[in-house]
């Protein structure tokens, strides 16, 4: 069976940090990208950076490009969200989800949550003002 397991969510001052972890089980993790997704309140969920896990290429979106790093410990099978000057509107329930890297070479990410092979579960980031 395979599991994503999303943790590290919480609450944290304006310009404070959070890693996220990922911890996968079950897949052949070097044939996939993570893609670290959000949703905040009244907002539809967004892809924010994802990782490929066979050359550790990363890719972020503007809104936290230069404050987030994506990273992967394959012996763990475990993906990294390093989230560092954090902002009020990065509050939300962030989630990462499992595709083949080899789709996402060809396509890019999918448009469609469905396309996703896995997901994990929800963890809640909030920052405060």
């Known amino acids: 069976e395979v599991q994503l397991q999303a943790s590290g969510g919480g609450l944290v001052q304006a310009g404070g940090s959070l890693r996220l972890s990922c911890a996968a089980s079950?897949?052949?993790?070097?044939?996939?990208?993570i893609v670290w997704f959000r949703q905040a309140p009244g907002k539809e969920r967004e892809a924010i950076s994802y990782?490929?896990?066979?050359?550790?290429?990363?890719y972020y979106v503007n809104s936290v490009k230069g404050r987030f790093t994506a990273s992967s410990d394959n012996a763990k099978n475990t993906v990294y969200l390093q989230m560092d000057s954090l902002k009020p509107e990065d509050t939300a329930v962030y989630y990462c989800?499992?595709?083949?890297?080899?789709?996402?070479?060809?396509?890019?990410?999918?448009?469609?949550?469905?396309?996703?092979?896995?997901w994990g579960q929800g963890t809640q980031v909030t920052v405060s003002s």
């Open positions: 079950g897949l052949a993790f070097e044939d996939y990208a």
């Open positions: 989800a499992a595709i083949q890297s080899s789709v996402v070479a060809r396509r890019g990410l999918p448009q469609y949550e469905s396309e996703y092979d896995y």
């Open positions: 990782i490929t896990i066979s050359d550790g290429s990363a």
